[in-house]
T-cell receptor, first 116, second 112 residues
């Protein structure tokens, strides 16, 4: 089945630095990828929809200048947390739907970000 | 807009006992429904899904769920809990072309 690879799985950074998270579809082309954030109370919230070759679509309340999304190719989307602060510490998960479906079944393994 | 409610943020069962995790949804159009499991420090893994057809769906690891339209429910069950089932479980819904919407999750603890 389709595989989505997310890297890194865990990152610890200092406040004020930027962190890049990569999401790759390994055996299919993904024109769209989704980025979710898992809050401490454990709910998963959609942050943005990444579109290959165009600007990402952000959900209400998500700062586009803080969470930069780049979908430069059909197999790679990146999320960059800029000027990270402790409140950005969270679990970030990407998802890429296989072509021809909107079932969005395939998730990356997630990235645990800890900002000191 | 669709939404998902998972009743009980924490469920504890004895090993060998029935597992029942509750999920209710709201959707203006026929939904697709999913259950995902998340083990500690790992990403999400699909347990099972309902799209169309048979309302009782079977998934991995002995789990199953039944779509009940009249009750707007999609409860997850397993006849006999194993220690390895301890994890966080998320119910999710898609309707139309909307993104996946998750419930807040239910932590399942299995007591020896």
């Amino acid at each position: 089945g389709a595989v989505v690879s997310q890297h890194p799985s865990r990152v610890i950074c200092k406040s004020g630095t930027s962190v890049k998270i990569e999401c790759r579809s390994l055996d299919f082309q993904a024109t769209t990828m989704f980025w979710y954030r898992q809050f401490p109370k454990k709910s998963l919230m959609l942050m943005a929809t990444s579109n290959e070759g165009s600007k990402a679509t952000y959900e209400q309340g998500v700062e586009k200048d803080k969470f930069l999304i780049n979908h430069a190719s059909l197999t790679l989307s990146t999320l960059t947390v800029t000027s990270a602060h402790p409140e950005d510490s969270s679990f970030y998960i990407c998802s890429a739907p296989p072509p021809g479906t909107n079932e969005k079944l395939f998730f990356g393994s997630g990235t645990q970000l800890s900002v000191l | 807009a669709q939404s998902v409610t998972q009743l009980g943020s924490h469920v504890s069962v004895s090993e060998g006992a029935l597992v029942l995790l509750r999920c209710n949804y709201s959707s203006s159009v026929p939904p697709y429904l999913f259950w995902y499991v998340q083990y500690p420090n790992q990403g999400l893994q699909l347990l099972l899904k309902y799209t169309t057809g048979a309302t009782l769906v079977k998934g991995i690891n002995g789990f199953e769920a039944e779509f009940k339209k009249s009750e707007t429910s999609f409860h997850l069950t397993k006849p006999s809990a194993h220690m390895s089932d301890a994890a966080e479980y998320f119910c999710a819904v898609i309707s139309g072309n909307t993104p996946l919407v998750f419930g807040k999750g239910t932590r399942l603890s299995v007591i020896a």
